[in-house]
């Protein structure tokens, strides 16, 4: 640490500071005093010293503090301990030890870090090489992270090179040199494993679902076996697998169904095989969530119309709809259904004519989110009365045509104000003429556009903020502006896409609950805490805490756990640990004012077990990283001689200094020493009778 003092201001003007405290000092103390001359002279110096130490904080002097520390070249184990690397490199640990110890005694600074954790004190032997997936670039930026700005200029990387999750490591930048130290095994194990199985991870009840598993197998030509496809130890379905080359893939499809809700759990078995290394990777575990969600859309039209078509088209292409049409002038009835619409649109209804005017009554008294579509035989006064959000002052029937400009200020439904351009080139609708207003709470998605000229007058609305859902498509012809977009584009993304969207948002179904729990992630590894988010809310909708929660837990063979907890804003979560691989359900329960309330959901644990899939060492990649960062490829054998080029070619320490300036007066001590220095001069004063 050096200090050194600055001036803000020439350093003569100490001399003005000196000659202030001695003026300041006669002028007190030249009178004749009562006390002696020796003590006279002795205060008047006090005083002297006082009004000159003041007067000099005046001039605003600087310190600068100026600290140098040294920092070590550092050296970094970076160990893979997953599992795949586990018969070669617990062997590799106490060379990593012993190199280490030597290092350190060499004037490095030496760390140890695992894939999950640094070692502490570079105890290597501490190290359990039970991981069960390998990211090798999260280790390497976890190493970057943990000593950015520091002297870190090697990391050793132990590993079989085999990466599993995440991007290769080679592709990464360090700031550091990284020598890769191999272990494993680069020739293919004799074995047949199931690479990879590929399915939906959702699927609709009652409906045929694919299942695909991918085979590889190496080295066992002629051998035959089969792979199944089970539900809770069941077989749904075997096939034969006839090994025909000594490196082997083949892809096998299955089909299934069920009929039962909620995430099923399925496995994928391969029959074991004489001569192969491992059987652990002959199964794979899949889980399916099977919904019966699809929404229902009533598509309701007083005629027939090209319109319906393209509505019918746009809303089909969309697995998670069950779409019902309706014309009302071939039957006036509507199709029986087991549940409420989620959403209704209503061509040209209602109408002049008087038909399904009644049944919009019905739907807007259940607050099912209604899209009107206008048109000539529209009924608008009537339209105004019903739908609350857009009101249209028609004159006498007549109409306009417009074409749709977007409106850009609209960022309710994520929309590509770019290509929504081209709804200025599409063709006009019929829409009424007259004045348009808007309710409070209603945006604006499309303006009406006159020819060249641009109008404020909406052309599609949207309202969401009450109880229920309204949009308003104020003219008729949709269908003409899917054929032209195709005409000019090849394609009918800009028009489906902006319905799709319109319609996802009137029919996704708002959750009014005041009590909810629920798995932060529908999927969890083994091993990781399942963690549990808890909202409950008062009648105004306003979260409230100091509720106890009952959480029950229930596995596929029946058995339950309960836990209770008490839901607080600064712990609204709740972590369950110990959970093996399988589907969970679970009840949550709390008393609320309105009475006992409940909230059920499910959720996964996965055992991903990827260190199975490939156990075949990669030393091209460990080769290629050395080469990217500067570093060398170290094979196992060779530690003690990378040591030793180490310890010849040591790096510089690196010396790291810091300046601080602090202005004079800031600093404490200063202010106590002139309260002494008065308290003293005043006391001596007052002992001698002075005043």
Not at 9 to 28: E, H, M, N, Q, S
Not at 413 to 440: C, H, T
Not at 589 to 607: C, D, H, P, Y
Request: aromatic letters at 10%; proline letters at 4%; one cysteine or more.
């Amino acid at each position: 640490m050096r200090s050194e003092l600055l001036f803000q201001t020439p350093y003569w003007f100490i001399i003005f500071c000196l000659l202030a405290g001695a003026a300041y000092a006669w002028l007190l103390y030249q009178p004749v005093p009562s006390w002696g001359k020796k003590l006279n002279y002795g205060l008047a110096f006090l005083r002297g010293l006082t009004v000159t130490a003041i007067c000099f904080l005046l001039l605003s002097p600087l310190i600068r503090k100026t600290e140098t520390t040294i920092d070590k070249a550092k050296v970094v184990f970076a160990i893979d301990n997953s599992e795949s690397v586990k018969s070669y490199a617990a062997a590799q640990l106490k060379n990593v030890s012993a190199a280490a110890q030597e290092l350190t005694t060499a004037g490095f600074e030496v760390s140890i870090q695992t894939l999950d954790r640094p070692v502490k004190n570079n105890e290597a032997d501490s190290i359990r090489f039970d991981k069960n997936k390998t990211d090798l670039s999260g280790l390497l930026q976890t190493v970057k992270s943990n000593f950015e700005g520091r002297n870190l200029t090697d990391v050793v990387l132990l590993s079989d090179g085999i990466v599993n999750q995440g991007i290769s490591p080679a592709f990464g930048r360090y700031p550091f040199k990284v020598n890769t130290l191999a272990v494993g095994d680069t020739i293919p194990d004799l074995d047949i494993s199931i690479k990879d199985v590929i399915s939906n991870r959702v699927a609709y009840l009652g409906n045929d679902f694919p299942v695909k598993a991918e085979i590889v197998a190496n080295g066992l030509a002629g051998k035959t076996t089969t792979v199944s496809l089970k539900q809770n130890g069941r077989i749904i379905e075997t096939q034969k697998v006839l090994i025909d080359k000594a490196s082997f893939f083949k892809s096998y499809d299955f089909k299934t169904t069920s009929s039962q809700k909620g995430v099923q759990h399925y496995t994928v078995e391969l029959g074991s095989v004489a001569g192969e290394s491992s059987t652990r990777n002959n199964k794979r575990e899949i889980y399916i969530d099977i919904i019966d969600g699809r929404q229902k859309i009533l598509l309701l039209a007083l005629t027939p119309h090209p319109d319906i078509k393209a509505l019918r088209s746009l809303i089909e292409s969309n697995d998670n709809y069950d779409l019902d049409v309706q014309i009302l002038t071939i039957s006036g009835n509507l199709p029986v259904t087991s549940k409420p619409y989620d959403l209704v649109i209503l061509h040209q209804v209602p109408n002049v004519l008087g038909q399904g005017n009644a049944m919009v009554r019905k739907f807007i008294d259940a607050k099912t989110p209604i899209l009107y579509i206008l048109g000539n035989q529209s009924a608008v006064p009537l339209v105004n009365t019903l739908n609350r959000s857009l009101t249209i002052s028609a004159m006498n029937g007549q109409t306009d045509k417009v074409t749709a400009r977007y409106n850009p200020s609209f960022h309710m439904l994520n929309l590509d104000a770019e290509s929504l351009k081209l709804m200025e080139r599409l063709p006009p609708l019929s829409v009424p003429f007259g004045e348009y207003n808007l309710s409070s709470g209603t945006e604006t998605i499309l303006y009406q556009k006159v020819g060249t000229l641009n109008t404020s007058k909406p052309l599609l609305i949207l309202n969401t903020t009450a109880e229920q859902k309204i949009a308003v498509l104020a003219g008729e012809g949709l269908w003409q502006w899917r054929q032209e977009e195709y005409a000019l584009t090849n394609k009918q993304d800009v028009v489906d896409n902006l319905f799709q969207k319109l319609i996802q948002i009137l029919s996704v179904r708002e959750d009014k609950r005041k009590f909810r729990v629920y798995p932060v992630r529908a999927e969890f590894e083994a091993g990781e805490q399942v963690v549990f988010q808890t909202e409950v809310y008062n009648d105004i909708y306003e979260q409230i805490y100091g509720q106890e929660v009952k959480l029950m837990i229930t596995d596929e063979k029946g058995k339950s756990r309960q836990f209770t907890y008490t839901h607080s804003a600064e712990n609204p979560r709740f972590n369950i640990s110990g959970l093996s691989e399988g589907v969970y359900r679970f009840q949550a329960s709390a008393s609320l004012r309105a009475g006992l309330e409940k909230v059920n959901g499910q959720f996964v644990i996965r055992n991903a077990d990827l260190e199975m899939n490939n156990t075949t060492a990669d030393f091209g990649m460990l080769r290629e990283l050395a080469k990217n960062t500067g570093g060398e490829f170290v094979p196992s054998t060779s530690l003690a001689q990378f040591v030793q080029k180490l310890k010849q070619n040591r790096p510089s320490d690196r010396l790291d200094s810091s300046e601080e300036m602090v202005e004079l007066i800031h600093l404490k001590w200063l202010f106590f020493l002139l309260v002494i220095l008065m308290g003293i001069e005043w006391g001596l004063r007052k002992y001698h009778g002075g005043y």
